[in-house]
């Protein structure tokens, strides 16, 4: 690069300083996030009714206008599995929170 030209947020050094702020935020954010997944636990025929999250036991039921297609019904449960915030519950007292 010609001497020139002004630096960038491209060049090696201007890049390492943001890395590590990076590296550091996404290794907070994993500690801090739960590890869960989406567990389909009732089928009707091949298409998911009900899916349980594995953390908190929410659970979050597909409207029936979803059910009209496999991959509606897939995406009605991801984005409410998505967007829900867990609440861990005593292991002791495992119980099932409902969404409509």
């Not at 702020?21 to 290794?27: G, M, P, V, Y």
């Not at 997944?37 to 659970?59: D, E, F, H, R």
Request: charged share 30%.
């Amino acid at each position: 690069m010609p001497k020139d030209q002004p630096e960038t947020h491209q060049d090696q050094e201007s890049q390492k300083p943001v890395d590590r702020i990076e590296n550091k935020a996404s290794a907070a954010q994993r500690l801090a996030t739960p590890k869960r997944n989406l567990k389909v636990v009732k089928w009707i025929g091949t298409v998911p009714a009900v899916g349980v999250c594995s953390y908190c036991c929410m659970q979050f039921k597909v409207p029936l206008t979803a059910m009209k297609s496999v991959a509606d019904a897939h995406e009605s449960l991801r984005v409410r599995f998505t967007e829900h915030k867990c609440k861990p519950e005593d292991a002791s007292v495992r119980r099932i929170r409902w969404t409509g």
